[in-house]
């Protein structure tokens, strides 16, 4: 029973567009969710991250959109470089605490084409 | 400042036998949580060690057990390996159960042949 899902395994976005990656979840307690990058053989990066009290948060390039009526958020990247290719991991935890661990979608790898 | 450190990057051993896995947080980060990638899955989480204490731990056989040291590193032990534990195994390091804050390592891809 997956808790966070991300339905789209790869994405392929033009250099200067808009990335939009997508995460849908099913538990209704969890109230922080994270984006995580990856690169081969690195472990995966923080990049931002919302409570559920918040329906958006920006860092630079990056913002993150929570509908939490519809149990969805969305990770915006504009404009998309080349270095932004990785796979992307949403993550969602209760409590803001980790005690429970984070419970990850299975990612989705974006690939940015010149 | 150092990140969270990872030893060994690669192992590789039989079925059967025991694996032992290393993990250093990051200074002042009391907390240290394992997770499993194996392929095509996304990150399971296994266990959580906070303060010398094993806290919580997710949907695995007892064969998977670890300890946390006074310094707060960790390690992970896999015992009677299976081919299914094959995957790359991630640490994390906290302060407590802070998620804000959560590091992680590079892994160790763990192949079991």
């Known amino acids: 029973d997956q808790q966070v899902k991300q339905n789209s395994p790869s994405l392929s976005v033009q250099e200067g567009r808009i990335s939009i990656l997508n995460c849908d979840y099913t538990n209704s307690m969890f109230d922080y969710f994270l984006w995580y990058k990856k690169y081969p053989a690195e472990g995966p990066t923080f990049l931002i991250s919302?409570?559920?009290?918040?329906d958006k948060n920006e860092d630079g390039r990056f913002t993150v959109f929570l509908n939490k009526s519809a149990k969805h958020l969305s990770l915006h990247i504009v404009p998309s470089q080349p270095g932004d290719s990785a796979v992307y991991f949403c993550?969602?935890?209760?409590?803001?605490?980790?005690?429970?661990?984070?419970?990850f979608g299975k990612g989705t790898h974006l690939i940015i084409q010149p | 400042e150092a990140g969270v450190t990872q030893s060994p990057t690669h192992l590789i051993k039989t079925r059967g036998q025991q694996a032992t896995l290393r993990c250093s947080p990051i200074s002042g980060h009391t907390s240290v949580y394992w997770y499993q990638q194996a392929l095509g899955l996304g990150l399971q989480f296994l266990l959580w060690y906070d303060e010398g204490e094993e806290r919580n731990r997710g949907n695995f056989p007892p064969r998977f057990s670890g300890r946390q040291f006074p310094n707060y590193s960790s390690e992970l032990n896999v015992n009677a390996l299976e081919l299914e534990d094959s995957a790359l195994y991630l640490c994390?390091?906290?302060?407590?159960?802070?998620?804000?804050?959560?590091?992680f390592g590079s892994g160790t891809r763990l192949t079991v042949v």
């Open positions: 919302i409570s559920s009290i918040k």
């Open positions: 993550a969602a935890s209760m409590t803001g605490g980790g005690a429970d661990g984070l419970t």
């Open positions: 994390a390091s906290s302060y407590r159960d802070r998620v804000y804050g959560y590091t």
